[in-house]
């Protein structure tokens, strides 16, 4: 199955500058496939991509759920890959 790449830009109701670093839940889910439940509970298990807690908000930086992607990436032989950080 091919990786959903990660928009370059996600069109937002109220644009602004950090449109272009964070991501909503909403956004994560339809990128990964999940409900938000199912992104609740990874977050609660602390399985899946990292994430910024602002009040009662959650966000998603743009390059750590891209690396949280690509740390699950399987070559063609079968192999996971390695990431380097």
């Known amino acids: 199955m091919p990786q959903k790449a990660i928009p370059e830009r996600i069109p937002a109701r109220n644009s602004s500058p950090l ?5 909503t839940v909403e956004q994560v889910c339809a990128l990964l496939g999940k409900s938000r439940e199912a ?5 609660y ?3 899946g991509p990292s994430f ?3 009040g009662k908000k959650v ?10 992607l690509n740390a ?10 390695r990431v380097s950080a």
């Open 19 to 23: 449109d272009d670093v964070f991501l």
């Open 39 to 43: 992104l609740s509970q990874d977050r």
């Open 45 to 47: 298990r602390r399985v």
């Open 59 to 68: 966000l998603y930086r743009r390059d750590d759920v891209e690396a949280w």
């Open 72 to 81: 699950g990436r399987v070559d063609t032989f079968g192999r996971r890959s």
């Open 52 to 54: 910024i807690k602002a």
